[in-house]
């Protein structure tokens, strides 16, 4: 009987010494789980650039973006709520003059009057508003009581990829890079995804680590592999 006391005496010691041992390393154990939890990095995009529409004439040149950002828009590497916007840049023959700016989406008319931009020499009209699925703005503008027509046309057509399918490649090919910014708690940066037009659509992404530090990929928006890469800090 004392045997059988003793032996479940010791029993009973190890499983507390186990137990002792478990909550020690829990700490530790739980970040290796945790590698392994699946990041949609689609939530991670602090700041997105999805469409670009352009018109001009001889005088006027306008585009225009369907941008979702964050507010406030702050770059310090933690993704925040963002809302959709549209954004319009218009460079006139000159910025003395007042600039009235209205168009059309979704069925509905819109307008304002533009700001001009002393340092960038161009006016510049925003609110919020999702035009990102459009193909076509039609947009009025008067500058100096003149009245300009103009249709700005999405740079887009169907052999552009879309965010997502950049986004994915992206991380495709950059796996490294995207696993290492990423631990148990989720992925420990921000990124930005900006569609360019020079002459042909481009996509610029940007990966920002916590630090400032800035992965930017230059993509081809048809194919989706990598012109060029470099870090900014």
């Known amino acids: 009987m004392e045997l059988f006391l ?25 970040p290796l789980f945790g590698c392994s939890k699946t ?22 040149s306008l585009r225009i973006y369907a941008v979702k950002k964050e507010h406030p ?19 006139a023959p000159n910025g003395t003059k007042t600039c009235h700016f209205s168009f059309t ?21 925003s609110r919020t508003l999702d035009v990102s699925k459009l ?7 008067v500058y100096d009581e003149k009245t300009i027509a103009l249709t700005a046309k ?11 399918q950049i986004l994915k490649q992206l991380y495709d090919a950059e796996r490294e890079l995207f696993e290492t910014m990423t631990d148990a708690y989720g992925f420990t940066g921000e990124i930005y995804v900006r569609l360019l037009y020079e002459d042909a659509p481009y996509y610029y ?3 920002m680590e ?11 928006a048809q194919s989706g592999k990598v012109i060029a890469k470099r870090n900014l800090s």
């Open 210 to 220: 916590r630090t400032g530090t800035v992965h930017a990929f230059l993509i081809n």
């Open 135 to 141: 193909k076509t703005i039609d947009c009025e503008i």
């Open 205 to 207: 992404v940007g990966v």
């Open 154 to 164: 999405s740079v887009k057509d169907e052999k552009t990829l879309s965010h997502t």
């Open 6 to 30: 003793c032996n479940h005496k010791r029993a009973r010691k190890a499983r507390q010494c186990i137990l002792v041992l478990l909550f020690l390393l829990f700490p530790l154990i739980l």
């Open 39 to 60: 990041v949609d990095y689609l939530d991670c995009v602090s700041e997105l650039r999805d469409n670009v529409f352009l018109a001009e004439t001889d005088d006027f």
């Open 105 to 125: 989406a979704n069925g509905e008319r819109y307008q304002g009057e533009m700001s001009f931009d002393n340092v960038k020499c161009e006016y510049y009209y």
């Open 73 to 91: 828009y702050v770059s310090d590497g933690i993704p925040q709520a963002s809302t959709s916007r549209i954004e319009a840049y218009l460079v």
